[in-house]
């Protein structure tokens, strides 16, 4: 399996809790094993992110902070 | 491997703009993170249910002046309109809307007086046979 993503969320711009929202509808659009990349300007997403993944059983593979912004790899799990 | 199902109930008396986002954005997070929510409006809670409840939601008492303006810095900063983050909260799943039958007698409400995101019109017992065993209660 590609450890590329295969689609991009940009959720730039948006306040708290828009990107987690967001990521959920998305990642049920990919497949199990996908990985689907995130971007968000929310400094909260830092904390959201990791939790987010854990609890739901997804698994974060990368946090990269951008200039204002983080970038999330995430793989569907389940 | 992810965590068992957890579950979050809130009451919601509070009709005013400042205290209709929290459950919201609450349940939104809740929703995304596999967390069932339930949200139970009663007293002026049961206001913003009413058809064009949400859009009609000002700030608290001298405050309702400055709704508008409020609105207005929400929206630059980023912030869902509170109508849209109702809907893209229920399309997502795992929130449950529910009225409160005391509050609607005492306000003259039918059900179809009421957004068809209401799930159910409940009583106390209801609410409380669902909140008793919920990892998280609020009041709000």
Same mark, same amino acid.
């Given at each position: 399996m590609s450890e590329s993503p295969v689609k991009k969320?940009?959720?730039?711009?948006?306040?708290?809790?828009?990107?987690?929202? +967001?990521? +959920?509808?998305?990642i049920q659009t990919i497949g199990i094993g996908e990985i689907l990349e995130v971007w968000s300007t929310d400094p909260g997403s830092k904390e959201d992110f990791p939790r987010w993944a854990e609890r739901t059983g997804n698994q974060l593979l990368k946090v990269e902070e951008k200039n204002g912004y983080w970038v999330y790899l995430i793989k569907r799990m389940k | 491997?992810?965590?068992?199902?957890?579950?979050?109930?809130?009451i919601v008396h509070s009709g005013t703009l400042d205290k209709a986002y929290p459950p919201f954005m609450l349940a939104a997070a809740a929703g995304a993170s596999d967390i069932?929510?339930?949200?139970?409006?009663?007293f002026w809670g049961l206001n913003l249910l009413k058809k064009g409840g949400f859009e009609s939601a000002k700030l608290p008492g001298m405050m309702s002046i400055g709704t508008g303006m409020m609105k207005n810095k929400m929206k630059k900063a980023g912030f869902p309109d509170l109508k849209d983050l109702v809907k893209q909260t229920v399309e997502m799943g795992n929130t449950h809307i529910y009225a409160c039958s005391a509050t609607m007698e005492l306000m003259g409400l039918k059900?179809?007086?009421?957004?068809?995101?209401?799930?159910?019109?409940?009583?106390?017992?209801?609410?409380?046979?669902?909140?008793?065993?919920?990892?998280?209660?609020?009041?709000?």
């Open positions: 969320l940009d959720c730039r711009g948006d306040q708290c809790p828009l990107p987690i929202l +967001k990521t +959920k509808k998305e | 491997m992810s965590k068992p199902a957890k579950k979050m109930c809130i069932e929510t339930h949200l139970f409006f009663t059900k179809e007086d009421l957004i068809p995101e209401v799930e159910k019109v409940l009583g106390a017992a209801a609410f409380i046979d669902m909140a008793v065993d919920a990892d998280v209660t609020l009041f709000i």
